[in-house]
């Protein structure tokens, strides 16, 4: 690790939040956008799975769909398939083709495309009325969304990888610090999103359920800012990603 770096481990008994925050302040700064849009597009990615199932289970009275866990279990599937299609098929030849920015932007553009859609497969909510069609845009959204986050996550970890070989900085250490970072946004985003549902219901606002779907959007937005600032200084070549 190079001298002065601040991804080093600090030292156990003389371990102090300042000490950290000094360390982190000498961090690349390529490296540290990078590493917000990683444990931004993590937050959103938890948020993104707890804001369907919730709003989905909600009562139809609520804009939701009065779905039970073996309806979502089974659209939670189509996400899965959309996955298994990205990392089998799309990815791989995508990034040689476009390069790793394009393939990030079109997998942010997809999901956020799938995800923002949301008031409007409401109006198919009626089990009466929609008895069978109303499943279709949600299908739909857990397929191409997933294929979204397809593009992004490995992504992201490629350009991660590349600025912190640059940067002469342990690759270990680095993705450590990600994973932690990462896990701890999984912990705070999604009970952060469930209070705004709550706060967006409790408002009798129309849309108001959807509160917490555009925030976590505009949070998305963010990370994606954080990519295209880092991505100036970094190569957009094709990639073996098994190697990064």
Not at 227 to 235: E, M, Y
Request: glycine content about 10%; overall charge positive; charged content about 10%.
């Amino acid at each position: 690790v190079v001298e002065g770096a601040v991804l080093a481990a600090p030292p156990g008994p003389q371990f102090s939040l300042r000490r950290l925050w000094q360390r982190l302040q000498g961090t690349p700064p390529g490296l540290a956008r990078l590493i917000a849009c990683y444990c931004l597009l993590t937050g959103y990615a938890a948020a993104w799975t707890q804001n369907f199932i919730e709003l989905v289970s909600m009562p139809c009275t609520v804009d939701g769909f009065a779905l039970g866990p073996r309806e979502i279990g089974n659209l939670q599937n189509c996400a899965g398939v959309g996955l298994l299609l990205t990392q089998l098929f799309l990815y791989s030849h995508l990034t040689k083709r476009w390069g790793l920015l394009a393939c990030f932007v079109v997998g942010f553009a997809m999901n956020s495309l799938a995800t923002l859609l949301f008031p409007a497969y409401g109006l198919l909510a009626d089990a009466q009325r929609f008895p069978v069609w109303r499943y279709v845009p949600l299908a739909c959204m857990q397929f191409f969304g997933q294929i979204g986050f397809g593009f992004c996550f490995p992504t992201i970890f490629v350009w991660i990888n590349r600025e912190a070989a640059a940067s002469s900085l342990s690759l270990g250490l680095v993705n450590g610090w990600c994973q932690s970072l990462g896990s701890l946004c999984r912990a705070l985003v999604p009970p952060a999103m469930a209070s705004l549902l709550s706060l967006g219901l409790s408002s009798g606002l129309p849309g108001g359920s959807y509160l917490a779907i555009f925030t976590n959007g505009a949070m998305f937005m963010l990370s994606l800012r954080c990519a295209l600032r880092a991505h100036r200084r970094l190569p957009d070549g094709p990639t073996d990603v098994a190697r990064q």
